[in-house]
């Protein structure tokens, strides 16, 4: 059974770090997109983060504060998540997209989820 499963969340401040990691069981990553993305309370889930091989994909509100990266050897993804800002406030999901046609944001199409790990930023 497919199971990603991410890591890392927790309470920071203003300004401060994080990296969230994504492990996969029973699947092997280096072949999917995988993605980051966050639902905040109230919000709809929106993407933040994806990489396919070399090709990363980040969206406006996370560029130049947030690196998605891989370790192929370990199955793993990262997210490091820098100068944190109390709208970053959310469940922050590690998934996973087969297919190769369609997009990269787009949370419909990916194929295996994570349970998330809540990360809160204090004002």
């Known amino acids: 059974q497919v199971q990603l499963v991410e890591s890392g969340g927790g309470l920071v401040q203003t300004g401060g770090s994080l990296r969230l990691s994504c492990e996969g069981s029973e699947v092997t990553l280096s072949g999917y997109l995988m993605g980051w993305f966050r639902q905040a309370p109230g919000k709809e889930r929106e993407f933040v983060s994806s990489i396919r091989g070399r090709s990363t994909y980040y969206a406006d509100f996370v560029k130049g504060r947030f690196t998605i990266s891989r370790d192929n050897a370990k199955n793993m993804v990262y997210l490091q998540m820098n100068s944190l800002k109390p709208e970053d406030t959310a469940v922050y999901y590690c998934?996973?997209?087969?297919?190769?046609?369609?997009?990269?944001?787009?949370?419909?199409?990916?194929?295996?989820w994570g349970q998330g790990t809540q990360v809160t930023v204090s004002s």
């Open positions: 998934a996973a997209k087969g297919r190769y046609s369609g997009t990269y944001y787009e949370g419909a199409e990916y194929d295996y």
